[in-house]
């Protein structure tokens, strides 16, 4: 359910790349946030199967910057959303703001293969479990705090690899992509 671009959903377009670019985006939104990016307050307040299919005919992004009428109202998943580095949360805004009804402007499969490859090695994982981008800790004198836990931490040293800021952690591996970035 919401997975299909608009233009399938109103069987208006047959699958293309375009298509599928919006399905792409859709599933790394639901493996990193563990939700549809449509189903907020909006969505959520249609009772019947039917209507909701009508709605995902014209969704809304749970994150829009500029209409929220669907807005998200888990504060989990908020909290999952405000852990996101600003690259992976324009990726998102583009994608299902001006891509969601003009399929040209949505984000190619390269670059969501880029900024979650960035997202890999920029890492950091606290003790409590959490994966957190570097991007987003503040760091004080080499050490920061989990925004989930609480715990304060030693930030581990980082490498420039080309575009890349690898995160240097035991057992991390140097991946190709890393030093061959075309």
């Known amino acids: 359910e919401g997975w299909a671009a608009p233009e399938v959903m109103q069987n208006s377009n047959h699958a293309s790349v375009h298509s599928d670019e919006h399905t792409l985006a859709v599933l790394i939104f639901n493996a990193l946030m563990m939700t549809n990016p449509f189903e907020g307050k909006a969505f959520n307040s249609i009772k019947y199967y039917d ?35 600003a690259y992976v949360q324009q990726l998102f805004c583009t994608t299902f703001g001006p891509g969601l009804h003009q399929p040209d402007k949505r984000v190619c499969a390269k670059a969501w293969g880029q900024a979650l490859l960035q997202l890999l090695v920029e890492g950091v994982v606290c003790k409590c479990g959490a994966h957190l981008s570097r991007s987003l800790l503040s760091v004080q004198q080499g050490m920061s705090h989990c925004p989930l836990c609480q715990r304060s931490f030693r930030i581990p040293a980082a490498l420039r690899v080309n575009d890349y ?6 057992g991390r591996r140097l991946y190709q992509f890393c030093l061959d970035p075309s």
């Open 51 to 85: 209507d909701k299919q009508e709605y995902l005919k014209r969704p809304v992004f749970m994150f829009d910057p500029v209409d929220d009428s669907n807005r998200c109202e888990n504060e989990d998943i908020k909290t999952l959303w405000d852990l996101l580095p």
């Open 165 to 170: 800021l690898v995160t240097l952690l035991p």
